[in-house]
């Protein structure tokens, strides 16, 4: 039976491959392959002469600028295992916000319809799942040596790094697959299962209060550094070092030893331990698996209601998740401009994830860990400290992995292309429509953190003026940064709509971080390409308007006019391009053959 | 009113309409018969302007479908087979959201009188994964008929439907084109073709083969007896007989 599993699994990557291939004979995919591959030769190649060894020269190390030479690879080791450690964390605290409906692995719609009902055992759906799963792991661990690879370092250095990586992704995923059975099973079967989520939540949150007090003592002894990596680097190795931290992270430490190995001898060492860790995982998978089909009914009910939806036409998965409602966000009126009726739907859709109780959920935590540190460390600068932290770090994140968290646009509508279509709207309408929610969404949160930054910094301006100017800036500049940055991914799947078509049904976790990675560097790069002409003369005009106006007026005033004008003409010249790319995106989506570029669903 | 002039649809090398012509007046309810793969979607898909043509001439509601798609658009619906609704909006949030994107005026209680009409008005506040197949499919004929389109293109509209709901969704048709709509649409349930259409088109592997009222072309398939059947015709006109 495994063997037509597997047999469904090679034809279905074969056909894709070959799909993939067909595909290129049109020239816009030829040229979007052709720059990948350029891209990915750069990005490998590049490094060959260069003079920096290792992770120094890698894109990565160019991206954080120079690491002093003085760090070991065992200080690497431990800063690679906490942010292990915070990933498995956050992916343990988010399954307890959000625990999934059945305890599952992820299965497609037409494997639910065709597997399900099929007489297989869960044991073999399992291990049919996690074949699939490994193949996309393989495909990532090989992208991401490619990118993050330095082909000066020799051939079994980058074997090194690809097996390390494929140990990482791997392992997160087992933990992520064993942990959510175990989270739902447990949910399922208690008596109060909020009771068991908020007991575990609290759990989490005194170990991370722990850790966060434990890692602000060592701040006292830390030497001031100048760039703040190293400053983290010296402070997290001190961590590490730490008696009850070291037991904490031992097994991350083993997951991420293979990737940072030199020499065949200490590689092989690390990875059969790490294989061990990902046996275990594997075990305990397994074994909850088993228990949970001898154990109950609710399985075979489950399968008896799939069948039946399967039967009257409806999709299964839809029936069994979807049943929350969400409210209005704004009331909608019968008549204004259409593209706010776009809006209006996807603030709707987004609330299936994001909505106030998961912020609420996140902040909380957070707000509680600064508050008790606040007492017990003390000077109010740590908690400022901490609060700069906090917000330019929710400011970077929402810079640069947003649009792709934030996909409640073209890319999730790309499915609904044929009702779109029917509607009475010009091509650039629908386009700013959809984009709206997220650009709101992304602008509402940075807007937010440049106000935390701005009040956590307090200090450092010295009057009213200078404090108001980036606030200023930030409401004139953030908006249409948000919409540059979202125009790309959405002029993606409108250029190439097969692959973000493909790109959506895989909606997997960390098995196609390769693909999201090289997404997000390639957004990086447009973004910039479109902001750093813009932004070199808006900081023309901000220094000479400065200038011009501190001949009249006082420093303060001189400042707030030079950032209007500054900020102006980046808006200014932002828009220009802002309508520039709607209009063509537009008339794409009015010449857009769906028939030509989709599978077509039905008839 | 629908005018359609020699509409050709290519999916590369494959010719899916060939040489369509076609008129129907407001009024009239034509419909589109012909094999599995005869193109009927293909066609119906084309002149809602959801798929572009690759040559031809659409007029709908005396605006042409080419120029200003916008215009056009206003004054049609298309109902297509599947019923394709948003994950996370409910039954009235679906309205409401139609509502504005034709600019109805007043749509509130339009809205809960078409609900009520489609006897969906229970299930307003329910997500489309918590509606049966047929539902779903009063739901999109609902949102459809908000804006009161002049003119209608149904694909397949009767599948799914459970006998009440056919004689109801007949009658909803044969009543709005007396009030001076005009539709055209798709479906294999030839009986009940011959009760709701003024005219019937057939086609076979893009190409029409016979069109005109129904008197008119079961008296041209018909070889002097009477009373011949629509799926007789059927029969006829897409096996062996060559046109
Ligand atoms: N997106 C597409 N790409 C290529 N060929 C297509 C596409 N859609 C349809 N076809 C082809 O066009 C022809 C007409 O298809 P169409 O869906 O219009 O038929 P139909 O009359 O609606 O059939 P049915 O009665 O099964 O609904 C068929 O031969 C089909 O294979
Ligand atoms: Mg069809």
Redesign the pocket.
């Known amino acids: 039976m495994l063997r037509a599993l597997l047999y469904l699994r090679i034809t279905s990557a074969r056909n894709q491959f070959v799909a993939f291939i067909k595909r290129l004979k049109e020239p816009k995919y030829l040229l979007g392959a052709a720059a990948a591959i350029v891209y990915l030769y750069y990005a490998v190649f590049k490094t060959v002469n260069g003079h920096l060894d290792d992770i120094q020269s890698s894109p990565l190390g160019r991206h954080v600028g120079v690491i002093p030479v003085t760090f070991s690879r065992d200080q690497f080791v431990g800063v690679a295992a906490c942010i292990l450690f915070v990933l498995i964390f956050f992916k343990t605290a988010w399954l307890l916000i959000s625990p999934p409906a059945q305890p599952g692995l992820k299965f497609s719609e037409a494997e639910i319809a065709f597997l399900f009902s099929a007489p297989l055992t869960r044991k073999r759906l399992i291990h049919f799942n996690l074949l699939s799963t490994q193949f996309k792991i393989l495909f990532s661990s090989l992208l991401l040596t490619l990118l993050f690879g330095n082909a000066g370092a020799g051939f079994s250095a980058n074997i090194f790094k690809a097996l390390g990586w494929w140990i990482l992704l791997s392992s997160f995923s087992l933990y992520t697959i064993g942990s959510g059975l175990f989270i739902a099973r447990k949910l399922q079967r208690s008596v109060k299962p909020m009771l068991y989520r908020i007991f575990a939540g609290l759990l989490l949150l005194l170990l991370m209060k722990h850790l966060v007090s434990a890692y602000l003592k060592l701040s006292s002894v830390t030497p001031t550094f100048i760039d703040p990596i190293s400053g983290a680097l010296f402070q997290t190795n001190l961590l590490l070092k730490a008696a009850d931290t070291q037991f904490i992270l031992a097994p991350f430490k083993i997951l991420v030893a293979p990737y940072f190995s030199a020499q065949w001898v200490t590689f092989s060492s690390a990875f059969a331990l790490a294989l061990g860790v990902l046996t275990v995982l594997y075990i305990w998978i397994l074994t909850q698996e088993v228990s949970f089909e001898e154990g109950s009914l609710a399985l075979a009910q489950k399968r008896t209601e799939v069948r039946a939806a399967i039967a009257s036409g409806k999709a299964p998965i839809n029936a069994s998740v979807k049943e929350k409602v969400f409210k209005d966000p704004f009331r909608l009126l019968g008549q204004g401009s259409t593209e706010v009726a776009f809006l209006w739907k996807n603030l709707i859709s987004i609330q299936s994830w994001f909505n106030l109780r998961v912020i609420m959920i996140l902040l909380g935590p957070t707000v509680f860990i600064v508050l008790s540190e606040y007492h017990s460390v003390g000077t109010p600068q740590d908690v400022m400290r901490m609060i700069t932290i906090i917000s330019t770090s929710l400011a970077s994140i929402t810079l640069f992995v947003g649009p792709q968290l934030l996909r409640q646009d073209l890319r999730s509508d790309l499915i609904y292309m044929d009702m779109l279509k029917t509607y009475p709207m010009k091509g650039w309408q629908i386009v700013l429509g959809e984009i709206a929610t997220p650009v709101v969404v992304m602008s509402a949160v940075l807007f937010m953190s440049l106000i935390m930054f701005v009040i956590s910094m307090h200090t450092h301006w010295h009057s009213i003026y200078t404090a108001s100017s980036p606030i200023l800036a930030g409401i004139l500049v953030i908006p249409p940064i948000c919409t540059l940055e979202l125009l790309i991914p959405n002029a993606a799947v409108l250029i190439f709509p097969g692959l973000a078509l493909s790109a959506n049904n895989r909606r997997g976790g960390i098995e196609v971080m390769g693909q999201r990675l090289i997404f997000v560097f390639g957004q990086m790069l447009a973004v910039l390409i479109a902001l750093l002409p813009a932004g070199i003369f808006g900081f023309a005009v901000f220094i000479s308007a400065q200038w011009w106006a501190s001949l009249i007026f006082f420093d303060g005033a001189a400042k707030i006019i030079g950032v209007l004008f500054g900020a102006g003409s980046l808006l200014a010249l932002m828009v220009g391009e802002i309508a520039f790319a709607l209009w063509w995106l537009g008339r794409r989506f009015e010449k857009f053959d769906?028939?030509?570029e989709?599978?077509?669903g039905n008839? | 009113m629908i005018e359609v002039s020699n509409l050709i649809?290519q999916?590369?090398s494959?010719t899916?309409?060939n040489r369509l012509t076609l008129s129907v007046k407001p009024g009239e309810v034509l419909g589109?018969v012909?094999?599995?793969?005869?193109?009927?979607?293909?066609?119906?898909?084309c002149l809602a302007g959801i798929?572009p043509f690759t040559s031809g001439q659409v007029t709908i509601a005396d605006v042409d479908l080419v120029t200003d798609p916008v215009a056009a658009k206003r004054a049609l619906a298309f109902f297509p087979?599947e019923p394709r609704l948003f994950d996370y909006l409910t039954v009235r949030q679906h309205m409401t959201f139609t509502a504005r994107i034709y600019g109805v005026v007043n749509a509130e209680p339009l809205i809960i009188s078409l609900l009520q009409e489609l006897e969906i008005l229970d299930k307003a506040d329910k997500l489309p994964g918590q509606l049966s197949r047929g539902m779903k499919q009063k739901l999109v004929i609902a949102c459809g008929l908000l804006h009161s389109p002049k003119v209608m293109f149904f694909?397949?509209p009767l599948t799914g439907l459970d006998p009440l709901g056919i004689r109801k969704m007949k009658d909803s048709i044969m009543r709005r084109a007396q009030a001076g709509a005009t539709v055209i649409l798709?479906s294999?349930l030839l009986h009940l073709l011959e009760e709701v259409c003024t005219n019937v088109l057939i086609?076979k592997?893009?190409q029409k083969i016979a069109d005109g009222t129904l008197a008119e072309v079961s008296a041209r398939y018909s070889a002097g007896e009477s009373n011949v059947s629509l799926e007789e015709i059927f029969m006829r006109a897409t096996g062996g007989v060559e046109d």
């Open positions: 769906l028939s030509k989709l599978p077509q008839s | 649809k999916y590369g494959h899916a309409v589109l012909g094999p599995n793969g005869a193109g009927k979607t293909t066609t119906l898909r798929i087979d694909d397949e798709s294999h086609l592997k893009g």
